[in-house]
């Protein structure tokens, strides 16, 4: 499940109230989500206000990025599927400086039919939740060893070494 | 921003590159052949994506994934990401490639991907 912020969202906030005197009813919310905001104005004790001191000043749309940021348990339900391919062995899963999700599986002795149905599942995962991956699939035997740890953000799931005899 | 036919000149350029290189060279440099394929799938790529009007695509990463988002066609999908991987073994696991692997390679997934993306080109410029 991806989390966003839609650029319609985000520029639909077009007008502000900007009143030193605001309605003692009027609570200030946040179009991004429909939680109330921190706090609720309120006049001054002893002070009335009015609607009409209120100056409503519209504001343009303003560009924001969008931002994607696919749930950990996208990936989850990915490695999950991926580990019923017999050849797989681990998969190493990176978040980018970018927010790109790396993706690598490594496999041993794949078929081209196992590569295919790799490639299946990646596509489920891009599918329903967007574009921000960058998958790929290395044999186990040409990548040796053990995958190494990259500074940053990350996180891995492997259910296997890269040697065959440990899966 | 490159327009379709300025990538399909580079795809074309890349495939010919390889097919020079497996011509002359047999399998001393088909590590390269190899990853001469997947570029020209990457420009063939592209060449659909700016035939559509698709927005720039500014980090190659995620190049695929978009390549699926905007074709939801999953069978090309699978044969550039089997392309992308054969070149990344040449190019990062030190694996060796054979002149008849680069061949196969060629005739399994390019020219099938090629093909489909230029039909594809030449049915929207039918119908518009």
Redesign the interface.
């Given at each position: 499940m991806l989390t966003q912020t839609s650029l319609a969202e985000a520029v639909s906030v077009q007008t502000v109230v900007t009143s030193q005197r605001r309605p003692a009813s009027q609570t200030v919310r946040s179009s991004f989500d429909e939680e109330p905001a921190l706090h609720e104005w309120r006049p001054p004790a002893g002070e009335e206000v009015s609607d009409d001191d209120a100056e409503v000043v519209p504001l343009p749309p303003q560009p924001l990025p969008v931002l994607y940021k696919p749930a950990p348990q996208s990936v989850m339900e990915f490695v999950k599927r991926l580990a019923e391919i017999g050849t797989v062995k681990c998969v190493v899963v990176e978040e980018?400086d970018?927010g790109?999700i790396?993706i690598t599986t490594f496999a041993t002795g794949m078929s081209?039919s196992d590569?295919?149905a790799v490639?299946?599942l990646?596509?489920d995962v891009?599918?329903q939740h967007?574009?921000?991956?960058?998958?790929?699939?290395?044999?186990a035997e040409?990548?040796g060893a053990t995958p190494a740890m990259i500074p940053g953000r990350h996180f891995f799931a492997i259910w296997g070494g890269l040697d065959a005899s440990d899966r | 921003m490159p327009a379709t036919d300025d990538h399909l000149a580079v795809a074309r350029h890349n495939e010919e590159f390889a097919k020079l290189l497996i011509a002359e060279y047999q399998d001393r440099y088909a590590d390269w052949a190899t990853t001469a394929l997947f570029y020209a799938a990457v420009h063939y790529g592209r060449a659909l994506l700016a035939h559509r009007g698709c927005p720039t695509i500014t980090s190659h990463l995620t190049f695929g994934a978009e390549f699926l988002v905007h074709t939801r066609n999953k069978r090309l999908y699978s044969m550039y990401r089997y392309m992308k991987d054969e070149s990344e073994r040449a190019r990062y696991d030190c694996s060796t490639h054979t002149a008849v692997e680069v061949q196969r390679l060629e005739t399994s997934r390019l020219s099938h991907f090629r093909d489909a993306v230029l039909h594809l080109i030449s049915v929207t410029e039918k119908k518009g």
């Amino acid at each position: 499940m991806l989390t966003q912020t839609s650029l319609a969202e985000a520029v639909s906030v077009q007008t502000v109230v900007t009143s030193q005197r605001r309605p003692a009813s009027q609570t200030v919310r946040s179009s991004f989500d429909e939680e109330p905001a921190l706090h609720e104005w309120r006049p001054p004790a002893g002070e009335e206000v009015s609607d009409d001191d209120a100056e409503v000043v519209p504001l343009p749309p303003q560009p924001l990025p969008v931002l994607y940021k696919p749930a950990p348990q996208s990936v989850m339900e990915f490695v999950k599927r991926l580990a019923e391919i017999g050849t797989v062995k681990c998969v190493v899963v990176e978040e980018t400086d970018m927010g790109v999700i790396h993706i690598t599986t490594f496999a041993t002795g794949m078929s081209d039919s196992d590569r295919d149905a790799v490639y299946e599942l990646e596509a489920d995962v891009i599918e329903q939740h967007g574009s921000a991956f960058d998958f790929h699939l290395r044999r186990a035997e040409e990548a040796g060893a053990t995958p190494a740890m990259i500074p940053g953000r990350h996180f891995f799931a492997i259910w296997g070494g890269l040697d065959a005899s440990d899966r | 921003m490159p327009a379709t036919d300025d990538h399909l000149a580079v795809a074309r350029h890349n495939e010919e590159f390889a097919k020079l290189l497996i011509a002359e060279y047999q399998d001393r440099y088909a590590d390269w052949a190899t990853t001469a394929l997947f570029y020209a799938a990457v420009h063939y790529g592209r060449a659909l994506l700016a035939h559509r009007g698709c927005p720039t695509i500014t980090s190659h990463l995620t190049f695929g994934a978009e390549f699926l988002v905007h074709t939801r066609n999953k069978r090309l999908y699978s044969m550039y990401r089997y392309m992308k991987d054969e070149s990344e073994r040449a190019r990062y696991d030190c694996s060796t490639h054979t002149a008849v692997e680069v061949q196969r390679l060629e005739t399994s997934r390019l020219s099938h991907f090629r093909d489909a993306v230029l039909h594809l080109i030449s049915v929207t410029e039918k119908k518009g």
